[in-house]
């Protein structure tokens, strides 16, 4: 998956709440609609988008599908952001600077 089409499918708040809750530990549809303010269709649905990106994974338990984060994609984003995250850095370090100066 490419860092686009991450950032694409992590753009949804409601794909993120999903992904923060899997973190914690890996739950079923049922639950998930339970600790969420959307119907089970939605839930289900922000599940499939998930899935087709490579962040989650589903397994068969039972009668239901347990839903697991899947980290690798999202450690594929945070190795794509950590120029920007350097570049970042060092502008707050070189304000941090400037603003030493101005307080001497």
């Known amino acids: 998956m490419t860092a686009a089409r991450a950032i694409e499918v992590l753009a949804e708040p409601n794909r993120r709440r999903i ?3 899997l973190r914690e530990a ?3 549809v049922g639950e998930l609609v ?3 303010p959307l119907t089970q ?3 289900s649905k922000h599940l499939r988008v998930l899935r087709e990106a490579g962040l989650v994974e589903a397994r068969p338990e039972a009668q239901r599908r347990v839903y697991r984060l899947r980290p690798e994609p999202l450690a594929e984003l945070d190795a794509w952001l950590e120029p920007y995250r350097a ?3 060092a502008r707050l370090d070189d304000l941090a600077g400037h603003l030493s100066t101005k307080e001497r």
């Open 26 to 28: 890996d739950r079923p």
């Open 34 to 36: 339970g600790l969420l």
């Open 87 to 89: 570049m970042w850095e």
């Open 19 to 21: 992904l923060d809750l």
């Open 41 to 43: 269709p939605a839930v």
